[in-house]
């Protein structure tokens, strides 16, 4: 890529988009430009056919999708397959055909098949049944990454996939029926603490292993693949370690300062049992993350403080 290349970051001011654009920034890239939902509904393929010809973007990262926790994943499966299909059908086509010179979609951990081998390789896609409370979402990721393999395939176009890990820090989503857990522990422990609450309750039993990924490190491993990588297969972004569910709790709660204790409702779902990735091939291309789990929290936890009244909640 080149420093005046026009990047434009579909999803620029969530949770990754924002990263990644923080991200490029940082390196000096001056033509970063972005679309508000209501300024681009990506599902409207008009609308984004209209957006690429005008706009004639160098560079496209796919960051926008629609997402949410188990709960959001379980009650609104036809929502997630439909609109994520939508999104990506629309922006990849219209990547190829207007000529953008490289395409960085992201995918997500739940692509892979529930009982795949731990560490989870790149190569375990396609390879076992997927974990059910997020199915539809993850058939969605992975045509999206498969349409790019497909598009380099036939039509030579430079379109890269990555796969970043369960991802934490600015911007993160804390409405708690849609937000993933590390957030939502932190505003539950949050407003327990200024409530004064005796108790936090937590879903299942605290026994399933996640990794978890500062998002600024996710999105500097994508400029890096951008800068970097021009492979046909995905590569997995993450920290190569995990945390049981009961220990990320223990450590948001000690790193807010709540002092009560933690109820575990294990009438509620745990998810799959492991999910975590090898990440070998983006350490054999020259990348590793540089914010540990403790920083990253209390960094998280800092951000959301400042910004609690316009967070989303």
């Keep these: 890529m080149n420093l005046d290349d026009k990047i434009y970051v579909a999803g620029h001011r969530g949770l990754v988009g924002s990263a ?22 990506l599902k409207d393929q008009v609308a984004v056919r209209n957006f690429f010809e005008t706009e004639k973007p160098d560079v496209v990262v796919l960051a926008a999708a629609k997402v949410g926790g188990i709960n959001a994943n379980n009650t609104a499966p036809a929502d997630f397959a439909y609109e994520n299909l939508q999104i990506q059908c629309n922006v990849i086509k219209c990547c190829h055909d207007f000529k953008v010179k ?17 560490p989870i390789p790149e190569d375990a896609l396609l390879t076992g049944p997927l974990e059910q409370t997020n199915e539809a979402y993850a058939i969605a990721k992975i045509s ?37 857990v590390l957030p939502a522990m932190i505003r539950k422990f949050h407003e327990a603490k200024v409530n004064g609450a005796p108790t936090v309750e937590l879903w299942g039993t605290g026994s399933p292993l996640r990794e978890f990924l500062y998002v600024d490190d996710m999105a500097d491993a994508c400029v890096f693949l951008l800068e970097n990588y021009d492979g046909e297969q995905h590569v997995n ?72 009244s316009s967070a989303r909640m």
């Design 20 to 41: 990644i654009v923080r991200s490029l920034e940082r390196k000096g890239y001056k033509n970063v430009i972005g679309r508000t939902h209501s300024e681009l509904d």
């Design 102 to 118: 490289k395409l960085l979609f992201l995918g997500s951990t739940c692509i892979y098949p529930k009982m795949a081998p731990q």
């Design 144 to 180: 999206g990454m498969q349409m790019c393999k497909y598009f380099k395939r036939q039509y030579g176009d430079n379109f890269i996939s990555c796969m970043p890990t369960n991802l934490y820090g600015p911007y993160d989503n804390y409405e708690l029926s849609g937000s993933h």
């Design 237 to 308: 972004i993450g920290t190569g370690k995990e945390v049981t569910i009961k220990e990320l709790a223990e450590l948001v709660k000690k790193t807010v300062g709540f002092e009560g204790e933690i109820v575990w409702n294990k009438d509620m779902p745990d998810g799959t049992p492991r999910k975590l990735c090898d990440v070998t091939k983006l350490h054999s291309l020259g990348f590793m993350h540089k914010v540990d789990l403790e920083e990253g929290v209390q960094l998280a936890y800092d951000w959301f403080k400042e910004n609690v």
